[in-house]
């Protein structure tokens, strides 16, 4: 079975071949994520299939029965934590063919994912489906997922109801890292927009505080909610989450009306995503109600 620690000549190894291609990857790695990864993977049979290793500049990713080098991943330094700043496939013929275009990249993230962080899933797909929806009363910061979306201010400044409740089950040094962020006139996370912090003492890896719109009856509520459950689904992926749990995003104080937040909740849900669950998790019967609605009708 493959371990930790492997460093530059512990397995048999070819050198990245002239033929290669810049593949798009968009993810972000925590600290304790990178720590990891930088420890690599060591094979201690054939059957084991990756060799990953940290070079000191590059992740590089090898199949073990062959020594060939199939990809190379470079990182720089992102809010709290890092993000992919390049990712080289090969393309090499005789060494490696990605099944379809835009493979590859989903492919490096997945060794890195599930063989070297131990956080299994199945192999990846260029065209995901939309997640399974799920609905239910409760309270999000029990729900156990790998990122919990926050209903958020534009400050991140902490407030009542979802907001105070996840800012209270992560610690105060949930405030420190919102305060950390870049502001523009004190806005740190436009309304329709997302931001991710470590989610702290909390039960997940991520806190997605997406910043929904107050309702003013006008035709902009319903593209700004839309953006920000969208959003909030993207930085999630971003992240590494593989499963989220959502809170009804403007239906507290900013009153929007629950019908029409259901809708166009479900409806970006709906979306193909690489996610394994969408979890709604919503504080009373007639907010779950007003889901289940949305979730049972056309294309339920």
Request: net charge negative.
């Amino acid at each position: 079975m493959a371990r930790p620690g492997a460093r530059p000549g512990d397995w048999k190894t070819l050198p990245f071949p002239a033929s290669h291609a810049e593949v798009p990857v968009d993810r972000v790695f925590s600290i304790a994520e990178m720590t990891r990864l930088r420890d690599g993977l060591l094979p201690e049979e054939m059957e084991d299939k990756w060799f990953v290793v940290w070079t000191g500049e590059a992740l590089d990713l090898h199949r073990s029965w062959t020594g060939n080098h199939i990809f190379r991943v470079t990182f720089a330094p992102a809010p709290f934590g890092e993000v992919v700043a390049r990712a080289l496939a090969n393309r090499d013929p005789e060494q490696y063919r990605a099944p379809e275009a835009g493979y590859d990249g989903k492919m490096a993230m997945w060794v890195l994912d599930a063989i070297v962080l131990g956080r299994w899933r199945k192999l990846p797909v260029v065209s995901p489906s939309p997640p399974p929806i799920t609905l239910t009363i409760g309270d999000i910061t029990e729900a156990g997922c790998d990122a919990v979306v926050n209903a958020a201010n534009e400050p991140l400044a902490g407030g009542g109801g979802t907001d105070g409740a996840i800012h209270d089950a992560a610690g105060p040094a949930l405030i420190d890292a919102c305060r950390s962020l870049p502001s523009v006139g004190g806005v740190r996370c436009p309304t329709g927009e997302a931001r991710a912090t470590p989610a702290f003492e909390l039960d997940a890896r991520w806190i997605i505080h997406a910043v929904g719109p107050i309702h003013r009856g006008v035709p902009d509520d319903a593209r700004l909610l839309a953006s920000a459950f969208r959003a909030a689904f993207d930085v999630a992926v971003r992240h590494g989450a593989r499963t989220v749990a959502v809170p009804a995003l403007s239906c507290g104080a900013f009153r929007y009306p629950l019908r029409d937040a259901a809708r166009i909740a479900i409806e970006v849900a709906r979306e193909g995503r690489d996610l394994d669950e969408i979890r709604f998790v919503l504080f009373d019967a007639k907010t779950h109600a007003a889901w289940k609605r949305a979730l049972d009708g056309p294309g339920g």
